[in-house]
């Protein structure tokens, strides 16, 4: 067996199962956990001092692996941690704090490769953040206002030709009623601008409309690029694709050179490893950058276009890109 790889996510994730069984078909040590197992099925023992850097152990009921071993980590949307019942409100957010911090920040010191370190991911999901650094990077992105300010969103529709969007600042799931809702893009026709009220509620994003010939699924992994062309077949997913899924069809394509350059550096100055990156492909075959998901889906684009996605992630765990 080669040195091992952690495996940091969600339970039932079956995109992770993929992974999971690449690597062990090609002999890989798989040491698998999910947050939502500590501290009631998986334990940590781990000590630093002048002499070593972090050693101990990470202990579930049937597997132990040695954390000074651990040759990468892949790291992807894990549970919350769950704590033994009869804890108060306060001493369950008290814990809480105590396993981000112990846990989470013993396995965040392991230096070794990671796909995405948590500290990486988490600014990286900043929409703002994104965009000013592909713009840096020299990738085309629409105009974009971020705002609370219902005149503001009038000047800005103005100067764009009001041909606007607008989109959640952050992730577009919320949970209402017990069940779980997506909030989709949506084009604001001149009439909407009427009546704003609510906005000075919470940030909103708006951005110019940006006339397309079909989108593409940018899946980036270490050094690899994998493009999938998504063409909507209803109304409803030509403004957001993943409103109406049923309707998609897809193709392998190839990334214009400025593009790939663009998004290396992109994915560098973000300090990812993994990056799934939507872009527009307009009439006039411009791509236009929208944001990069550095925990995003990527099963499906396999699935649909035979791209070896799941290939690359095992390829780059064992540093072979």
């Known amino acids: 067996m080669t040195a091992p790889v952690l495996i940091i996510a969600a339970s039932d994730d079956w995109p992770t199962d993929r992974v999971v069984v690449e690597l062990q078909r090609r002999g ?15 334990a940590l023992a781990g000590r630093i001092d002048q002499g070593k850097a972090w050693t101990g ?33 306060p001493e369950e957010r008290f814990a809480a704090a105590q396993a981000r911090a112990g846990l989470g920040g013993v396995l965040s010191a392991l230096d070794c490769r990671w796909v995405n370190h948590p500290t990486s991911m988490a600014r990286a999901e900043y929409k703002p953040v994104q965009l000013a650094a592909a713009r840096a990077c020299g990738l085309n992105i629409p105009p974009t206002l971020i705002t609370n300010r219902a005149e503001e969103v009038r000047s800005f529709a103005a100067d764009t030709g009001f041909s606007i969007v607008c989109k959640p600042v952050a992730s577009p799931v919320l949970i209402e009623d017990g069940q779980f809702k997506s909030v989709y893009t949506q084009r604001l026709r001149p009439e909407d601008l009427d009546d704003l009220r609510g906005i000075e ?61 663009g998004m290396r550096s992109l994915m560098e ?29 990527w099963d499906w684009i396999q699935g649909e276009t035979g791209l070896p996605i799941a290939e690359a992630i095992a390829d780059d765990l064992q540093g072979a890109t």
């Open 28 to 42: 890989v040590e798989v040491f698998r956990m999910d947050t939502a197992d500590f501290p009631q099925r998986l």
């Open 57 to 89: 152990e990470l202990t579930t009921e049937h597997r132990t692996v040695e954390l000074s071993r651990v040759s990468a980590v892949y790291y992807r949307a894990p549970g919350a941690f769950q704590f033994p019942q009869g804890m108060s409100g």
């Open 201 to 261: 509620t919470t940030p909103h994003l708006f951005q110019g409309w940006v006339s397309k010939e079909h989108e593409v699924r940018l899946t980036v992994v270490g050094g690899r690029m994998f493009a999938a062309a998504i063409h909507a077949g209803s109304e409803a997913a030509h403004e957001d694709w993943r409103s109406d899924y049923g309707s998609l069809t897809y193709a392998s394509t190839e990334v214009p050179d400025q593009v790939a350059a």
């Open 269 to 297: 100055r973000l300090q990812l490893r993994y990056g799934a990156a939507d872009f527009i492909v307009g009439p006039d075959g411009q791509w236009t950058f929208l944001e990069v998901n550095p925990c995003g889906q």
